[in-house]
């Protein structure tokens, strides 16, 4: 099934440990980008959660947020430097009579000294920590993948209904296309006969040169790699891999030949028809700039 590069999903759990958010939102980009926010205490998990969005996702810029609450449990310890606050003490009792000061010191003046206090974060478990959040981010990552599948379809319809309208349009020109070389071979035919009519030449030699121009405005070989092109198109858009790049270059292709017939048939009618198809091929690019 096809995937638009945009989503985004979220999943959330709680436990006896922890409460766990994690949000996967992508855009639009060329290659695969990941970033992500993570607790510090989280920071050994970035690798871990980069692999388990690439398993499935192969483009986009895709960004991942992280929060993991502890619950139930202290997960900072508060501890005194009392050889720092006795430091402190020492000093400032010595000072207060060369000072000429009171010695009315009290632990309320201590606490508002820096370094009496230090914060220890109590020990995490990697493991479990981890097998905690996966769950989590693989939730997230189901809802991500799914809107992704969903905007997929979406795209998918649209740009068959385009396809049709080319292949309706193709089947016109086809149908146009005996009879505009015919009269281009009818009217070279006559223009030569006009310019070397009071030349002496031979009438099978004008035939064959009349016929070699005509064959020049010929576009079977164009329709025929157009509707290979298309058909080429509608199998991709089955697919189940990744295939905008692959689509981003049949859209180049059918540029191209499309360009050609219209380079070739100097016909008022083909050329409304080949602007038309050129509008649904820019279309067509437009939707699949959005594909995985």
């Avoid at 004008?206 to 405005?217: G, K």
């Amino acid at each position: 099934m096809l995937r638009s590069m945009t989503g985004y999903g979220r999943g959330q759990a709680v436990s006896d440990l922890w409460d766990i958010t994690v949000e996967v939102r992508a855009v639009n980009h060329r290659f695969f980008e990941f970033s992500s926010r993570l607790p510090k205490t989280c920071l050994f998990l970035e690798d871990r959660l980069k692999s388990l969005v690439q398993a499935g996702c192969s483009r986009g810029k895709v960004e991942l947020f992280c929060s993991v609450q502890t619950v139930g449990q202290r997960d900072t310890e508060v501890q005194v430097n009392e050889e720092v606050a006795k430091s402190y003490l020492s000093a400032l009792r010595g000072a207060a009579p060369s000072l000429g000061l009171q010695d009315d010191l009290k632990l309320s003046d201590l606490m508002r000294l820096p370094d009496i206090f230090t914060l220890r974060r109590a020990e995490v478990d990697e493991d479990r920590l981890w097998e905690a959040v996966r769950g989590v981010a693989e939730t997230a990552m189901a809802a991500f993948v799914s809107m992704r599948e969903t905007e997929g379809d979406r795209l998918r319809q649209d740009v068959e209904a385009r396809l049709a309208v080319i292949s309706g349009l193709l089947s016109s020109i086809e149908e146009r296309a005996p009879a505009l070389r015919q009269e281009y071979y009818d009217r070279l035919y006559q223009k030569l006969c006009e310019v070397l009519a009071d030349q002496s030449i031979d009438e099978s030699r004008l035939v064959t040169e009349a016929a070699i121009f005509a064959d020049r405005v010929a576009i079977d070989e164009e329709t025929v790699r157009l509707h290979s092109h298309l058909q080429q198109f509608y199998n991709l858009l089955e697919s189940n891999e990744p295939v905008g790049r692959k689509l981003d270059f049949l859209v180049q292709e059918l540029n191209r030949e499309t360009n050609t017939i219209g380079s070739k048939c100097q016909d008022v009618a083909i050329a409304r028809m080949v602007v038309d198809i050129k509008a649904e091929i820019e279309k067509i690019r437009e939707q699949i700039q959005n594909l995985e």
